[in-house]
């Protein structure tokens, strides 16, 4: 069976502006991040874990240790604070 996500959309077009991409300056330590978790971690033990189709698809593993290795890599360390650095700004 395979294996349900809700989609990792990173580059996501939008009206205006184009990308959420373009919000975030090239160089900047959350590109790093993305790119070191997906290309460099093997993340295949945490994917192999998710066989149940019962309810809502759960966000992709590889975009939540991208967001926690970031969140941390910034001091912020707290999940409800993770939680409202994702609503406030843009660099997560």
Known sequence: MMKS??????????????????????????????DIV????DLSAILSTFDEPRGYPPYH???????????????VYSSRRIARACEERLDF
């Open 5 to 34: 996500f809700r989609p990792w959309k990173v580059n996501e077009a939008w009206l205006l502006p184009p990308s959420v991409q373009e919000f975030v300056p090239e160089g900047h330590p959350a590109h790093l991040v993305r």
């Open 38 to 41: 997906a290309e460099e971690l």
């Open 61 to 75: 593993p590889t975009m939540m240790v991208a967001l926690l290795l970031y969140a941390y890599s910034r001091g």
